[in-house]
């Protein structure tokens, strides 16, 4: 069973273009996330929702709006495609009392051509 | 949250004891020291999370000296496999943290046969 997963692995699309990333964990956590790794490989978090509700929102655009219909659902809406947003995302998970202990999604790997 | 350091890279053989050293002389009180590993193509994956001393599980061992300023990752016996960037963290796990993760440049661990 796949604890973390994602769809779809791979997006190519062009600019302006609007698109979305899913995100399903069924291990039951309570928090989840969303992380954007670039091309020189940084590993920076972008939202953070805990039961449904969003607790850490990092300075990304708000292009940028994160959904999450229920506790084990994290879907990410991105408007207004531009090339700087081509990256790899991950999401993850964790439960209360170990947020440090997240588990990973295999990543979604989005091009904007 | 305290900034680490880590070297970039290193290198080692199969079947040798691998340490990697991470500093982090701004740590607070609250704060919990974290490795992360991935692999390429793939999500970090928790490795092992101290606070003071010696922990060991069935991957590594963290060693954490008495000043908390820095620590050590072990990995026994490194086989190819064992072949990742691996992560320090540092971050408060407890008083509500929802798990802020940074993560920084990472060590690029190379096993040669």
């Known amino acids: 069973d796949t604890a973390v997963s994602q769809t779809p692995k791979y997006l190519v699309t062009q600019m302006g273009n609007d698109k979305s990333i899913k995100c399903e964990q069924n291990?039951?956590?309570?928090?989840m996330y969303w992380y954007k790794q670039d091309s020189k490989k940084f590993l920076k978090i972008m939202f953070s929702y805990n039961n449904k509700e969003l607790i850490i929102n990092e300075t990304v655009p708000n292009r940028f709006s994160p959904k999450s219909p229920d506790k084990a659902h994290l879907n990410l809406h991105i408007n207004s495609l531009e090339l700087g947003d081509s990256a790899v995302y991950f999401c993850?998970?964790?439960?209360?009392?170990?947020?440090?202990?997240?588990?990973f999604g295999p990543g979604t790997r989005l091009t904007v051509t | 949250l305290a900034k680490t350091t880590q070297p970039i890279s290193m290198d080692s053989y199969e079947g040798q004891e691998v340490n990697i050293t991470c500093s982090h002389n701004?740590?607070?009180?609250?704060?919990?020291i974290t490795w992360y590993q991935q692999f390429p193509s793939q999500g970090p994956r928790f490795i092992i999370q101290g606070y003071k001393t010696k922990v060991t599980n069935e991957v590594a061992s963290l060693f954490i000296p008495a000043d908390r300023k820095s620590s050590t990752l072990s990995l026994p016996r490194v086989s190819l496999s064992d072949t990742a960037v691996y992560y320090c963290l540092v971050g408060d796990k407890l008083g509500g943290s929802q798990g802020n993760l940074i993560f920084g440049k990472g060590t690029k661990l190379s096993v040669k046969p």
């Open positions: 993850a998970s964790s439960q209360y009392p170990r947020p440090y202990e997240q588990y």
């Open positions: 291990l039951g956590h309570d928090t």
């Open positions: 701004n740590i607070a009180t609250n704060d919990y």
